[in-house]
């Protein structure tokens, strides 16, 4: 049975950063972390392991920065909802747990208010938050500029039951460069 998870792990190394601070963040990060305990709940109640990340010790990916990030974080974009408390990624390198959001999860994300990275750019997190994106996809492309941020890897077969939109995936290719390297293109 998973721990759930804490407003002390969502903020994470960045605890005393100022921001962490504005009750507005701690506002949106504990009705977001009221959302998906619950959510992750429910899939445990269903089956779906949920990965702990042996670099956080709970399940938020990374390497701190897949809960809160402070405005002046490098990582993600200025408008990121991982900035304002309300997104955070959850670890999923087996893609059990967003294979159930696509499926038996996604009545209970639209009853909670979650809404989710279109998985072809998560390949081992599951990213989720309050709030639509402008979109208002229940998954949603996080990139206006496909181009220079194609997915990052292929499409899963859930995604056809959830009239999710399935993108063109061209796997990085493995050349040798000698001398028993590779080099990854």
């Known amino acids: 049975m998973r721990t759930p998870i804490t407003l002390a792990d969502y903020f994470g190394q960045y605890k005393n950063h100022p921001a962490a601070q504005a009750v507005v963040i701690i506002r949106h990060a504990t009705l977001l972390l009221a959302a998906v305990n619950e959510y992750l709940g429910l899939a445990e109640s269903d089956g779906v392991e949920i990965e702990e990340d042996p670099l956080t010790g709970n399940d938020i990916s990374g390497t701190g920065n897949?809960?809160?990030?402070?405005?002046?974080?490098?990582?993600?974009s200025p408008l990121s909802s991982h900035k304002d408390g309300r997104g955070l990624d959850h670890k999923d390198v087996a893609r059990d747990l967003t294979k159930w959001a696509l499926t038996d999860g996604r009545v209970h994300a639209e009853r909670l208010g979650l809404y989710f990275e279109h998985p072809q750019w998560t390949r081992s997190w599951l990213h989720s938050q309050i709030g639509a994106p402008l979109s208002g996809a229940r998954f949603y492309v996080p990139y206006t500029d496909m181009v220079k941020n194609p997915?990052?890897?292929?499409?899963?077969?859930?995604?056809a039951a959830a009239g999710v939109k399935v993108f063109p995936f061209i796997a990085p290719t493995v050349i040798a460069s000698g001398r028993g390297s590779t080099r990854r293109t």
């Not at 897949?66 to 993600?76: N, Q």
């Not at 997915?151 to 077969?157: F, I, V």
């Open 66 to 76: 897949g809960g809160f990030r402070p405005p002046d974080c490098p990582v993600g």
């Open 151 to 159: 997915p990052t890897c292929a499409p899963l077969a859930e995604f």
